[in-house]
C-alpha cells in the first residue's frame, strides 16, 4: 500500500500521457479503434483516481500521495507531487470530464489519432497542475496544458478557429511570462536568504513563514502581480476576460467542456495554492481591488450573457460571472467565504460542463447554436429537454442542488467582511437565473416554428452515458455536500493560517446535510 501511495499521483498524471504516446502507434484508418482506445485509457485514469478518494485522511492538513525525487538536482529541482483537500477534488473533475468529453467526441471525423492524442495530452498537464509541488514543475506542466488545447481549437474548432487559437495563447503566454519571471526571482531570493536555491514549493513557504526569507514590500508587490495576472488570466477575471468567449465558441463541443470544466480553475487554484500563502501582506493589501474586478466581473458576465443570441457564447459569458464568485470568495479569506470557492469549482465545473454537452447535442443534430433557430424543442426531444431543465436549474443555483451551496458559501463569507459587496454579488444570482431561465424557455417551450425542428430525435444511448453521471454528481453535490466540503477543512483551516486569519472554525457546512 504504501508503495501505491508514493506512486498513485504519477500514475494517475502519466496514464493518459501513455496512452497518447501509444496512440501514434494507431494507423489513422483505425479511428474508431483509436477513440474507443482513447477512452479506455481516460476511464482507467479516473479509476486510479478513486484511489486519492477512498485513503485520503480528511483530518490531515498537508499533503498527501507524496512524491518527492531528485530531477535536475544541479538547479535545485524535484520532481514532487502531492494533494490536499484543496486540490483533491479537482484532480477527480479532470479525470471525470475527460472520458465524458470523449464521448462527446464520436462525431469528429478528421485526423481523429492526434486529437484524441492530444485530449489525453491535456488530461496529464491539467493533472499535473494540480499535484505538483515544485513551482518548476508546475510550470512545465502549465505550458504542456496550453499546447493540446492550442490545436483542439485551432485544427478542430469553428470558422474563426485560428484568431480564437491564437488569442487564447498569446494571453496565456503573456501571463506565463510574468509567473516564469516570478518563479526564478523566488527562486534566487530564497537560495540568498537560506543557502537553498531549490523551487520546491514547500521550502520556500517554509522559508517565508519562518522568517528565513524576508520579502522587501515592493519585491512581494511585484511577485503577487506577476503571479495574480498569469492566474486571473486564465480564470479569466475582469477585464482579461475577453479570450474566453471567442475559444469557447470556436472550441469542438469536448473542447468547450474541458476549457470550462477544469482550465479555468487553474487559476482559481494558483490563488489559493500560491497568491495567498506565499503572499499573504500583498493578497490583503490588494484584495478590496481584486473583490472588486470580481464582484464587476459577475455583474458584467450575467448582462453580456443576457443578449447572446448563441448558446454556446451565453453560457461562455456565464463563467466569466460564475468565476467572479470564486475570486470573492478566495479573497474573504473566511472559512466559508474559501470552502464555498472550492466547492463553486467543483460545481461549476459540473454544472457548465454539462451545458457545453447539451449545447453540443443540438448543434450536431442542426448545425447552429442560434437560440432563434429553436423553440419547441420539448415536443420532439422530452428526455434531452428534461436534462436541459434540471442542469438549468443546477447553474442558477436551486437549493439542493451543486449550485446553491457554493454561492450560499461564498456570499455568507463575503456579508461577513463586506456587506454592499455581498449584496451586488447576489444581484448576479438573480440575474443567473434570467438569462439561463429566458435560454431555457426559448430553446425548449412553445411551439415549433422551424420545420427543421420536427425531425430532431432524442438522446442516444452514448448521449445519455456522457450526462448521467453529471447530473448524479448535481443532486449528490447538492444534498449530501459535507462529503465534498469535510475534506477541505483542515487544508483550508491552514491556508488561512497561513495567510493571517487564525478564526478557522468550520461550522457551515453540518448546518447544509439533510
Known sequence: MDFINSNILTIVTFTPALGALLLLFFPRSRAKTARNFALIISILAFLFSLHLVAHFDSNASGFQYRTDRAWIPSFGIGYQLGIDGISLFLVLLTTLLTPLAILA????????????????????????????LDLFLFYVFWEVMLVPM???????????????AMKFVLYTMAGSVLMLVAIIALYFLNGKATGAYTFSYELI??????????????????????????????????????????????????????????????????????SLPLFPNMSHLFAPFITLLAVVGIIYGALVAMVQPDMKKLVAYSSVSHMGFIVLG??????????????????????????????????????????????????????????????TLSS??????????????????????????GVVAAAGVILSAVYMLWMFQRVIWGEITNEKNRTLTDLVSYEKAMLIPLLFLIFWMGIYSNHFLRPMDASVARLLSQTGKREIQYAVAPALQP
Open 105 to 132: 467526441s464520436t462525431r469528429i471525423r478528421d485526423r481523429v489519432k492526434e486529437y484524441f492524442l492530444f485530449m489525453l495530452l491535456l488530461e496529464t498537464g491539467v493533472v499535473g497542475v494540480f499535484c505538483s
Open 150 to 164: 492550442y490545436f483542439l481549437i485551432g485544427v478542430w474548432g469553428g470558422e474563426r478557429r485560428i484568431y480564437a
Open 205 to 274: 513557504l517554509a522559508a517565508i513563514h519562518g522568517g528565513k526569507l524576508v520579502l522587501e514590500p515592493a519585491t512581494e508587490r511585484f511577485l503577487f502581480l506577476a503571479f495574480f495576472v498569469a492566474f486571473a488570466i486564465k480564470v479569466p477575471l475582469f477585464p482579461f476576460h475577453t479570450w474566453l468567449p471567442d475559444a469557447h465558441v470556436e472550441a469542438p463541443t469536448a473542447g468547450s467542456v474541458l476549457l470550462a470544466g477544469v482550465l479555468l480553475k487553474m487559476g482559481t487554484y494558483g490563488m489559493l495554492r500560491f
Open 330 to 391: 478566495i479573497f474573504s479569506f473566511t472559512p466559508q467565504g474559501v470552502e464555498g470557492a472550492i466547492f463553486q469549482m467543483l460545481s461549476h465545473g459540473v454544472s457548465t460542463g454539462a451545458l457545453f454537452l447539451l449545447v453540443g447535442v443540438i448543434y450536431e443534430r442542426r448545425h447552429t447554436r442560434l437560440i432563434e433557430e429553436f423553440g419547441g424543442l420539448a415536443h420532439r426531444m422530452p428526455l434531452y429537454a428534461a436534462f436541459f431543465l434540471i442542469v
Open 396 to 421: 442558477i443555483g436551486l437549493p439542493g442542488m451543486n449550485g446553491f451551496v457554493g454561492e450560499f458559501l461564498v456570499l455568507l463569507g463575503t456579508f461577513g467582511v463586506n456587506k454592499p459587496r
